[in-house]
């Protein structure tokens, strides 16, 4: 009897995995797999869950492999909510939940649909991988990192993986992601003399050279794109003083830019353009400019090829939509699969993820998985 990736997605929800909580889904989907002949390893690292399982024999170099998250975001207010966050209720056609779109439906999508293909037609030569984390909505340090260190050491291998991640803007398979842009944030300090606004030679006034400094950066033109992407953006995402007098020269201020950057780019170059930057704005003032920097992710492509091909020739069977390759977008955990095998991208519609009431229509969990049922069938064939 086929898996029914609805029920799934159902269970799925009602476990309050928000993160870094657990939350019992991990435990529910290696219960399923195991049944179905999958060999399963928890992977948890500085309290973090994370589930491998594998159908089929250890390092094959046809190894098709899964990744995604059952780890959620908070439900904020609660009261703002017509249904129980965690309730799973089916009603006008859709389920509704924390995690109902983000992505619980997609990782049930991608274990019916490999669970269903082991069990009627099992292929004679090849595994299956199933890479599922819950660290994804937080800090990902321990996630699906965490699973390719361990990997790695196990002698386990996929040679390509499709990340569940919802990828459709408003219609069920118009959009495939098959890269994505790098992510870094850069924290500013600029440090001067405190002192009396009507004495301003006897203080240094931190905030003009910052000012300066952040005036160069938004100004500047990164690159003018490149094929697989659009041009890269800097934005000023705060500017902090804190001062509650209109006769103080504030001691120090802090601003924020954060950084969306294409192929083109690399964190490494735009840390030392953003150093150079701020040593030139603070020359001659007297005020010191520190700059500290968290890159969540580089820039990757998966070119377009055999394993997009594969992919859009399933989503356009299933939903009659020629998908357009992207790299449009935020980061995801393919920022780490990329350094292990060619990895694409592709999910259902992302409208409700992260909202109040956030819900999934049951036809795309349906159709969903018969696309995943289907990228497997021509993988293997």
């Given at each position: ?259 969306r950057f294409n192929d083109a780019q690399s964190s490494d170059a735009l840390i030392d353009w953003m150093r150079r930057e ?5 020359e001659g003032t007297g005020v010191e400019i520190r700059m500290d920097t968290r890159v969540s992710g580089e820039s990757f ?74 990228i497997l069938d021509g993988y293997f064939a």
């Amino acid at each position: 009897m086929p898996t029914d990736p609805v029920e799934l997605t159902a269970q799925l929800v009602r476990c309050p995995s928000v993160t870094p909580e657990e939350g019992g889904a991990l435990v529910l989907l290696e219960d399923r797999l195991a049944a179905a002949g999958f060999t399963c390893h928890r992977v948890d690292r500085n309290g973090i869950a994370n589930l491998f399982a594998r159908w089929g024999p250890r390092g094959h170099p046809r190894s098709f492999g899964f990744n995604g998250h059952t780890d959620v975001v908070p439900v904020g207010d609660r009261a703002a909510w017509s249904v129980d966050p965690f309730g799973a209720e089916i009603r006008d056609g859709q389920l509704w939940g924390r995690g109902a779109t983000d992505m619980k439906s997609g990782v049930a999508a991608f274990a019916a649909a490999a669970i269903d293909f082991v069990t009627e037609t099992p292929p004679a030569d090849g595994a299956v991988i199933l890479a599922i984390t819950g660290d994804e909505e937080g800090d990902a340090v321990d996630g699906t990192a965490a699973l390719l260190d361990w990997m790695a050491a196990e002698g386990e291998a996929m040679s390509a993986c499709l990340v569940g991640e919802p990828t459709c803007p408003a219609r069920m398979g118009e959009m495939i992601k098959i890269g994505r842009r790098g992510s870094m944030t850069a924290y500013f300090t600029a440090r001067g003399v405190q002192g009396h606004s009507a004495y301003p030679h006897r203080a240094r006034n931190p905030l003009p050279p910052l000012i300066r400094l952040l005036d160069r950066l938004a100004s500047a033109t990164l690159d003018e794109g490149t094929d697989h992407f659009d041009p890269s953006t800097l934005a000023v995402t705060t500017v902090d003083v804190g001062n509650p007098a209109n006769n103080v020269i504030p001691a120090a201020a802090r601003a924020t830019v954060n950084i969306r950057f294409n192929d083109a780019q690399s964190s490494d170059a735009l840390i030392d353009w953003m150093r150079r930057e701020a040593a030139r704005a603070a020359e001659g003032t007297g005020v010191e400019i520190r700059m500290d920097t968290r890159v969540s992710g580089e820039s990757f492509v998966t070119p377009p090829g055999p394993l997009s091909d594969l992919v859009a020739t399933a989503v356009e069977t299933e939903t009659g939509v020629t998908p357009v390759l992207s790299t449009s977008g935020g980061t995801s955990d393919a920022r780490f699969v990329k350094d292990h095998c060619p990895v694409v991208e592709f999910g259902l519609v992302g409208e409700t993820m992260h909202q109040v009431d956030e819900r999934v229509p049951l036809d795309q969990v349906r159709q969903l998985t018969a696309i995943y049922r289907r990228i497997l069938d021509g993988y293997f064939a």
